[in-house]
T-cell receptor
Framework: AQTVTQSQPEMSVQEAETVTLSCTYD???????LFWYKQPPSRQMILVIR??????QNATENRFSVNFQKAAKSFSLKISDSQLGDAAMYFC????????????FGKGITLSVRP | GAGVSQTPSNKVTEKGKYVELRCDPI?????LYWYRQSLGQGPEFLIY????????DSGLPNDRFFAVRPEGSVSTLKIQRTERGDSAMYLC???????????FGPGTRLTVL
């Protein structure tokens, strides 16, 4: 079974600064997908960024980028130029590339942004 | 367009009662997922539908939990003989197909007294 670990329960960043959220996972599969989801307070979860395991290039989406280290099974999210609207819970998630399409989530990390 | 909707947004019930939670997926999405999120935790998979059939129900915790999707659109998660430990946020997600991005609804917060 796959597991996703987010060991930092909380982080704080100054507005306009950069912050990195950590995630490690465990799997015996060679092909899979990794995701970062954002869950703002009392609002629904939205996809921030996605990484295919077979791609060596790290995914980027505007101010969001990942550092994907397949051998180390590490998948961190970097948020550049942090904004107040980035304050939320962030979840790292794993999905097999096979027929089983369920998401396996980490415990999440609460990110606060200081003005 | 409209996103995934879930009703009710909040449900308070007493231990032992029966509850139904509804999910309206994005129109045309064939895949539908239910997850349960306890306080301070990440969502945990319950069940996945592809069309009308449950393709994977391995996450249902016991036989008190059941879900249906009779016409391949709306889904209902049914919980019998509720227990206090069932209190959680129940999230629904849909996607155009099993390999596509999952879009989440706002959730139903269930409280069992």
């Amino acid at each position: 079974a796959q597991t996703v670990t987010q060991s930092q329960p909380e982080m704080s960043v100054q507005e306009a600064e950069t912050v990195t959220l950590s995630c490690t996972y465990d799997t015996s599969e060679s092909d899979y997908y990794l995701f970062w989801y954002k869950q703002p307070p009392s609002r629904q979860m939205i996809l921030v960024i996605r990484q295919e395991a077979y791609k060596q290039q790290n995914a980027t989406e505007n101010r969001f980028s990942v550092n994907f280290q397949k051998a180390a099974k590490s998948f961190s999210l970097k948020i550049s130029d942090s904004q107040l609207g980035d304050a939320a819970m962030y979840f790292c998630a794993y999905r097999s590339a096979g027929a089983n399409s369920k998401l396996t989530f980490g415990k999440g990390i609460t990110l606060s942004v200081r003005p | 367009g409209a996103g995934v909707s879930q009703t009710p947004s909040n449900k308070v019930t007493e231990k032992g009662k029966y509850v139904e939670l509804r999910c309206d997926p994005i129109s045309g999405h064939t895949a539908l997922y239910w997850y349960r999120q306890s306080l301070g935790q990440g969502p945990e998979f319950l069940i996945y539908f592809q069309g009308t059939g449950a393709a994977d129900d391995s996450g249902l915790p016991n036989d008190r939990f059941f879900a249906v999707r009779p016409e391949g659109s709306v889904s209902t998660l049914k919980i019998q003989r509720t227990e206090r430990g069932d209190s959680a946020m129940y999230l629904c997600a849909s996607s155009p197909g099993q390999y596509n991005e999952q879009f989440f609804g706002p959730g139903t917060r269930l409280t069992v007294l």
